[in-house]
């Protein structure tokens, strides 16, 4: 079993940066590959980005490539994303989750944390 927590969110301009964090219980951290995602008002939850469980290999989504970095530190049980250049589509709740693989699709994860809101202003 893993617990998630997401923090960091808020409300930025254009521009801006902002810093997500994701603490985990469970003892199987360490284990798992962490996945970012998003899900703006009435669309469908879609993939941020991920990494594998040592943080070796990420992955992003085409629209955030260049502008977030997802990082993993297994020690402290905890995966960021940090966010910078953010414009007003990246608005949206931002959740974390674990999985076996560092997938691209909801189903591939297996825990998810409750969503941190994300507010991007013109």
């Known amino acids: 079993q893993v617990q998630l927590v997401e923090s960091g969110g808020g409300l930025v301009q254009a521009g801006g940066s902002l810093r997500l964090s994701c603490a985990a219980s469970g003892r199987t951290f360490s284990n798992n590959a962490m996945g970012w995602f998003r899900q703006a008002s009435g669309k469908e939850r879609e993939f941020v980005a991920a990494?594998?469980?040592?943080?070796?290999?990420?992955y992003y989504a085409d629209s955030v490539k260049g502008r977030f970095t997802i990082s993993r530190d297994n020690a402290k049980k905890t995966v960021h994303l940090q966010m910078n250049s953010l414009k007003p589509e990246d608005t949206a709740v931002y959740y974390c989750?674990?999985?076996?693989?560092?997938?691209?699709?909801?189903?591939?994860?297996?825990?998810w944390g409750q969503g941190t809101q994300v507010t991007v202003s013109s």
């Open positions: 989750a674990a999985g076996n693989l560092p997938g691209r699709h909801t189903h591939e994860y297996d825990y």
């Open positions: 990494t594998s469980w040592r943080g070796a290999s990420t």
